[in-house]
Each structure stands twice: as C-alpha cells, then as structure tokens.
C-alpha cells in the first residue's frame, strides 16, 4: 500500500511501478503541460486507452485544487489571521503553481483507478 502511494506519488507506471508515466520535467517552474509517454519506457505497459480517457481526470484535478485550496485557507485564515483577500490571492497562485503536479497526479490517480491486474 505504501509502495503504491509512493509510485503514485512519482507518477510510476502501475503495471510496474518502475517506468515514468510523464516526460522528465525541465526546471523547477514550469507552467507548459506535462508531456505524457504513450507506453511506459519500462515494461511497455499503455498508459492512453482510448481517446477522451483522461477527461474523468479532470475531477480529480478539480478535486484536488479545492482540497489544496482549502487546507491553506484554514492555515492562512485561521492560523496566521491573513485577510480574505490575501488568501484567495495566496490560493490563486498555490493553484497555478501546483497546476502541473496536480495535472500529472490526477491522470496518474486516473491510470491507477482502470488498472486491472492481470
Ligand atoms: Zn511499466
């Protein structure tokens, strides 16, 4: 269970656990859509089913957005007493900047979700 955490959490390939579903990033701010392999470079697993599977991805991006959203407003709100303001400006960038984490970890989450093992 902690060994899936953790692969989900490197955005491994679930058939494996070893292979990366996405591209290696470039730098440490980057804001360009992560770049997903096909099959993964390890055990040749296919990530992408059919055309459209990653729009239920969507939810769990959404999903996760307004969690990470929500847990800094109860930080920033109730603990460092910030304004209303303050935090939705906090949270609006905490969102842009956890865009491409929470892109891949959806779509990872997704994978993780329609795996069946064979
Ligand atoms: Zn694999």
């Not at 697993?45 to 109860?74: D, P, R």
């Not at 865009?99 to 795996?115: C, L």
Request: charged share 15%; net charge positive.
């Amino acid at each position: 269970m902690m060994m899936k955490i953790l692969a989900i959490l490197n955005n491994r390939c679930p058939n494996c656990e070893k292979g990366s579903i996405f591209d290696k990033d470039r730098g440490l701010i980057n804001l360009s859509i992560p770049k997903m392999n096909k099959t993964c470079p390890s055990c040749g697993f296919q990530f992408v089913k059919e055309t459209g599977f990653f729009y239920g991805a969507m939810y769990v991006s959404y999903a996760l957005t307004v969690a990470e959203g929500f847990i800094w407003f109860l930080i920033g709100y109730f603990l460092l007493g910030l304004s209303l303001m303050t935090n939705f400006l906090i949270i609006a960038a905490i969102a842009l900047l956890l865009s491409r984490f929470n892109f891949k970890i959806s779509r990872t989450i997704w994978i993780y979700i329609f795996y069946k093992q064979h």
